[in-house]
């Protein structure tokens, strides 16, 4: 022993501290030269055996430094119970360096409970306070990592379903297939709004889209859908064109030539007013977006020559108070005298399920000169509240015609409005692109984006407004933090759980081992 200790003092680098002494190399009788009485020199695990000198960090101490008289009484000890205590690991790692094994830091001290804190007597309180500053500079990293890529992700969100919900969505319903196969009779339950005109055999809805337009049927499904809900008669009144009320009375010609009577037509739509032409073959043109009283009159006249009419709708929807701009959803829309002056046949009194009571006076107090019909305004197939009754000579447009310029009409009104009313089946398409749809919705509710009336001439009655919530916006990155702050406490909880539980069945099943 005096040797060891001699030799000791003669090699002070050769002390038990500047060796990696793993349970491999207790394991052995290699790892202690019986005959010099020497630790034997083994190479570190994390490094060459130039970093087995003892290093001083900026804290001046040394991890686990055993005294030299330690190795002079162990000796013995150590080789004899090598293997049964393989578990005790006797590091010469600086401080600060300590490497991450996948262990909790209890296992990584001799088998120590994992209460966050190793039970190495070498571990000074400058060493527990860095391994507070190396454990919460991780999390801080890490939590700025997962925010920041949070945010990235959520721009990527936004720029993709912004666009997709303002250009990309299909149209939610299918309605491709839908079928009118019941049979309503408005005449069985309503009497005409005029009591003494009783007698008619045209029942006429003014006002239909197809998908010529911006209605969601066929011209052969309006036609039907008509027919379903107690009509003999309509108007195809597409925005700008006649086109789609050429395709509606050819296909009832070949179709339905004893059934029902199309009469053509097209809307006239500006940011000032909507007027059906009626009765015409051909489109008359339209614009600017806001015509003046001489563009009105022009169009007027125009149709006029056509051997058509002219009827103005839904002034108390032209006229309903649009926000935020507290004005008409048409602006400067002309008033029913001025209107009148420039020389319009008529009136819509009811368009879908209202009731324009002021309009309907002003037609019976110049009956003389203006024409009252219905129309339903057909852009997505619903309840019928409305039909205007005509008793023509016979079921031919013309003869229909004849009686609307003589201003011999009436109407049936139902408020509640007809049954039954299909819902479409949801369409492929929809359902494919509605997710990013959905979120483009969502994150539009951070802002209110108000773009007004469609003039449908490529422009908007009303100049765009938007609103961004800057406060909401705040708050919504304000959650985002805690919610991440969260999902962090209760990763890093449920892990400390699972190395709990790793530790326990380590020592519970396989400390024999």
């Known amino acids: 022993m005096s040797f060891i200790n001699q030799n000791h003092h003669q090699h002070p680098q050769q002390q038990s501290d ?8 207790m394991s052995s009788e290699s790892s202690f030269d019986l005959e010099t009485k020497q630790p034997a020199k083994l190479e570190h695990d994390y490094g060459s055996p130039s970093d087995n000198i003892p290093q001083h960090d900026e804290t001046g101490f040394l991890r686990n430094r055993q005294p030299s008289g330690a190795i002079e009484s162990d000796i013995s000890s150590k080789q004899h119970s090598a293997h049964s205590s393989s578990h005790e690991d006797i590091r010469a790692t600086r401080v ?35 391994l507070i500053r190396h454990r919460v500079l991780f999390g801080l990293l890490h939590y700025i990592k997962v925010v920041v890529l949070s945010i990235i992700v959520i ?41 003494s005109f009783t007698d008619y055999n045209i029942l006429l809805d003014a006002h239909l889209h197809t998908t010529y337009s911006d209605g969601v049927l066929s011209p052969q499904q309006v ?63 339209v614009g600017p977006p806001s015509p003046s009283d001489d563009d009105l009159r022009t169009a007027i006249n125009k149709v006029h020559s056509l051997g058509g009419l002219v009827i103005v709708n839904h002034i108390p929807w032209s006229n309903t108070t649009l926000l935020p701009w507290d004005e008409p959803r048409l602006p400067d829309n002309p ?36 024409v009252g019909v219905t129309g339903s305004d057909m852009h997505v197939p619903g309840s019928s509240y409305a039909w205007t009754t005509v008793n023509a000579t016979d079921r031919s447009a013309e003869a229909i015609m004849d009686e609307l310029r003589n201003r011999r009409t009436s109407f049936l009104l139902d408020p509640s409005g007809t049954r039954p009313i299909q819902n479409p089946p949801y369409s492929s398409g929809y359902l494919k692109y509605a997710p990013w749809g959905l ?10 984006r108000y773009r007004g009336q469609y003039s449908f001439q490529a422009s908007f009655c009303q100049n765009e407004v938007v609103d961004i919530h800057n406060r909401m916006i705040g708050w919504f990155f304000l959650w985002l ?32 081992h």
């Open 223 to 285: 036609l039907e859908f008509a027919m379903a809900n107690g009509y003999n008669a309509i108007i195809v009144t597409d925005h700008q064109t006649v086109e789609g009320s050429l395709a509606a009375r050819e296909y009832a010609e070949r179709h339905y030539p004893d059934k029902i009577t199309v009469i053509t037509g097209m809307e006239y739509t500006s940011c000032r007013i909507h007027m059906n032409l009626i009765g015409i073959n051909e489109t008359v043109s």
């Open 18 to 25: 500047g060796y990696r002494q793993s349970p491999e190399n």
């Open 481 to 512: 933090l805690v919610a991440i702050a969260v999902l962090e406490i209760l990763y890093w909880f449920f892990r400390w759980l699972a190395l709990l539980l790793v530790h326990w069945v380590r020592r519970r099943f396989f400390k024999s």
């Open 96 to 130: 600060g360096a300590i490497p991450d094994t996948g262990r909790d830091v209890g296992d990584q001290n001799g088998g120590s409970p994992p209460d966050g804190w190793p039970n190495d007597p070498g571990l000074r309180p400058n060493g527990r306070r860095a």
């Open 335 to 370: 008033s029913r005298e001025k209107l009148l002056e420039l020389g319009v046949d008529g009136f819509e009194v009811v368009n879908q399920n209202t009731f324009d009571l002021r309009t309907y006076q002003f037609v019976q107090d110049h009956s003389d000169r203006l």
């Open 155 to 195: 721009l990527l969100l936004v720029a993709v379903g912004i666009p997709v919900s303002d250009n990309g969505v299909p149209q939610a319903g299918d309605y491709s297939k839908l079928e009118f196969n019941w049979k309503t009779d408005p005449r069985s339950y309503l009497a005409p709004m005029n009591s």
């Open 439 to 448: 979120i483009g919705d969502y994150f539009y509710g951070y802002a209110d």
